[in-house]
């Protein structure tokens, strides 16, 4: 456990983030991202505007990122196509996944 945490400390001095805030971010926007994802169900079924809580949910799913990019430094190139690629694939599935829901509302989570 000491070797796992020595590991992550020098990521944490090597690009300038602190692990346990990166951890903090990562696991705190959990019970958010479940929020906006519950208002987001409720806004559907009512007919409402899904703009906040899909903003929301994206917000808190690259929140840790954006913490990453702001205080990150020589950040390798290879991280920054990996994040692209899951923002772009959480955009995506959440896209697919509100069209569904919009073809067949009686199949909603």
């Known amino acids: ?14 690009y300038g983030v602190n692990p346990v805030i990166f951890a903090l971010l990562y ?8 929020y ?4 987001l169900v409720k806004n559907f079924r009512a007919g409402k505007s899904l703009f906040v809580p899909v903003s929301g949910m994206f917000l ?3 929140g840790t ?4 990019f702001w205080v990150g430094k020589n950040i390798p190139a290879w991280v920054w196509v990996i994040v692209a690629g899951m923002a ?18 009686g199949q909603l989570p």
């Open 1 to 14: 456990m000491d070797t796992l945490l020595e590991w992550m400390a020098g990521f944490g001095r090597q």
């Open 27 to 34: 696991f705190g926007t959990i019970p958010f991202s479940l």
């Open 36 to 39: 906006f994802f519950r208002l």
């Open 60 to 62: 808190c799913f690259i």
């Open 65 to 68: 990122y954006i913490y990453l």
């Open 88 to 105: 772009l694939y959480g955009a995506f599935s959440l896209v697919i996944k509100i069209r569904s829901m919009r073809q067949s509302p």
